[in-house]
């Protein structure tokens, strides 16, 4: 894609953002060719995607002469289908600023060419929202755009862009998730129980406001949804809300939270907006995973099974489910629906490998830019940002002080490609001093016995921290709920001088009696810490391997 210069970023998104057409009733253009609304323009296919444009107020907004657009366009008949979807029988329906936002969402203030499209896994557009990218594998020149809109024809040229073809609309992302559940009357049963709970409340919610000495601080919520259908519910004879509460056992007072039925809604709610690729990956050579769920201490499994048509299974050994592929990756405002085949009852797995990402939490993300966090590749400069404010991390700087002015006291570092085996390519680094202190709260590990191992960064900056020519190797003393105490210096066990992600066992086994989530807590022993300008700790992700006896 071409690199644009800042200024020349800005001049279109103000144009879009503005109430009216900047560019209305001008004759600014400086090609002989047609520009992408001009082009459609001279298409009936396209005319009622035309018919929006103007209502928009967009029409010669994706005209301009001296910027490139990609506009992803869908036809007559799809446009139709929208209208019928939506209740409606003609954009004005729907009003001005839904049909801005629906330029917007189709819209990406670039030319991605055929090559940048098909080796991406999803696209920015002028809403500022990803669209995901799923290359259709039996039909040439075709793809998914979104989980909803099926290309039919890749980068068609016109003189100031690219255009897109699409046999459907994309839904613009002014719903949460829970109206992409109110919408889909296959859902209604689901719907009535978010309703039922209180859980729609938190799923209609995009982000929580609050004030601290007069400061504004705004949080932003993600969350992802697996929709049952009302088919699904009836394969078990259930036919309305009221079968569910019997056959759940439910009593009569849904909105408490021990309640059977509230219980079962936060069953299907992950608190964080996770694509269906990312539920479907796993470590290593491992075949199943762990994912926490928003009821209590209850966590479900995904299992890859290679050998049936399905694939990939939740709860495969309890009551089990399947992704409905087609219908899944449906984007909202504030995380992801997947529908699911079955109606996946609370059930406590066997144990399985649980990978912890010391940065993957939602008050981090909302510390990081959207662009930073989580790279889907390595970067080529690191991004080094301060996270000591994100109430995720309980944190104690030690009266010593440091000495280390690179990194704050807690920092989310992005990683280059020396460093490309770190987890969603970051790292947390911890520069709290000799004695300083800080406590994290780990994902719901199943009840059992496990092998816990460290991740971590080594720097030719840390080598006196592996020769312990100054300090003693990283010393942190390590507790889960203040217990299972053990001492470990991680940066001794690095073998090499070459900067990398290196491994170091934390507790070759150790028990946990409950299923729960655990406060791990470190509290660093290294006197270098405080007086050594290069100290620091940088920890990726940690693994609990279960142990079988």
Known sequence: MKLKQIFLFMLPLLAFIACEDPYKDSTYQVYDENPISSYLSDQSEYSEWVSILKYANMFNALNQADQDFTAFVPNNEAVTAFYQKKGVASIEELGAEYAKSL???????????????????????LSKDQLSIQIDSTTAGEAILNGEARVTQMAFSVSNGVIYFLADVM???????????????????????????????????????????????????????????????????????????????????????????FQYVAYHILQSNYTLENLTSFNGADTSSIWDTAADNQVMMVT?????????????????????????????????????????????????????????????????????????APVSSEDNLNIFDAASYVAEVSASGVSNRTYNYLAYVTCKTNLRDANYFDRLVINLGYLGHVTMRTPTLVKGKYRVDLKFVYLSDHAFMRTMSDGNGGLMKISFDGDHVANVSPYTTVTRTLAGVYDA?????????????????????????????????????????????
């Not at 109110?182 to 609050?210: C, F």
């Not at 697996?226 to 909105?255: H, M, P, R, W, Y």
């Open 505 to 549: 066992t934390l507790y070759d086994e150790i028990e946990f009696e409950t299923t729960a989530k655990h406060d791990f807590k470190i509290i660093i022993m290294d006197p270098a810490a405080s007086t050594n300008s290069k100290f620091s700790l940088q920890l990726d992700c940690i693994t609990f391997t279960p142990i079988t006896e």
């Open 171 to 261: 839904t613009p992302l002014v719903e949460t998730v829970y109206e992409r559940v109110a919408q889909n009357e296959s859902y209604s049963i689901m719907r009535e129980a978010l309703d039922a709970t209180g859980w729609a409340d938190s799923l209609n919610t995009l982000a929580d406001t609050t004030y601290l000495d007069g400061v504004q601080s705004v949080s932003k919520r993600y969350y992802t949804f697996l929709a049952v259908t009302n088919a699904s519910f009836a394969q078990e004879g259930i036919q309305n809300l009221s079968d569910l509460k019997t056959t759940l056992g439910a009593g009569e007072n849904v909105q408490d939270s021990a309640n059977a039925l």
């Open 103 to 125: 330029v917007l969402f189709h819209t990406v203030l670039d030319t991605i060419s055929v090559d940048d499209f098909i080796n991406s896994t999803s696209i920015t557009n």
């Open 304 to 376: 890859l099974d290679s050998l049936s048509q399905e694939k990939f299974f939740l709860n495969q050994l309890g009551t089990p489910a399947n992704f409905v592929v087609e219908s899944s990756d449906v984007l909202a405002k504030n995380g992801f629906l997947h529908e699911i085949s079955g109606y996946l009852p609370i059930w406590e797995p066997q144990q399985a490998t649980v990978l912890w990402d010391l940065t993957d939490y939602g008050d981090v993300r909302n510390l990081v830019p959207t662009e930073i966090y989580q790279p889907a």
